[in-house]
């Protein structure tokens, strides 16, 4: 039983840190039963359920904010979509001709990461 909970141990901290981002101060504990690991883990499935679907929205609204951004942009004297958002890149200190730059942009403004190829593609950015 002790393998069977070290398993269990090890995996429910790593789901624990995937729901809350961080690893839980106490193990889990090698009394509990398998029901109560059980509930455990579909405790922390739920909260990372939520998360996924908070995190979805929460990009979903950035790109929205950043599709403004552009326009707000444009209306301040940028040429075109490219070069608003150049600018906009240029403002976080970053480098539109560098890809690792583009990605750090993504990361700072929680765009989707499913745009980043279409993006990279739009501003011919390799890797």
């Known amino acids: 039983m002790t393998d069977k909970i070290h398993i269990w141990d090890t995996g429910l901290s790593d789901f624990h840190k995937d729901a809350y981002g961080f690893r839980p101060r106490d193990h889990y504990q090698e009394w ?4 109560e690991l059980d509930a455990e883990y579909d405790r922390l499935s739920a909260i990372c359920e939520e998360n996924r679907v908070r995190e979805e929205y929460q990009q979903a609204q950035a790109l929205v904010d950043f599709e403004k951004d552009i326009k707000n942009t444009i209306a301040l004297g940028a040429s075109d979509r490219q070069t608003a958002i ?12 560098f890809s690792q730059d583009v990605e750090h942009f993504f990361w700072l403004n929680n765009l989707p990461w499913e745009k980043i190829d279409e993006f990279k593609k739009e501003f011919d950015i390799h890797c």
């Open 86 to 97: 150049r600018w906009l890149i240029e403002a976080e200190g970053l480098d539109l001709n």
């Open 32 to 35: 509990w039963t398998q029901e």
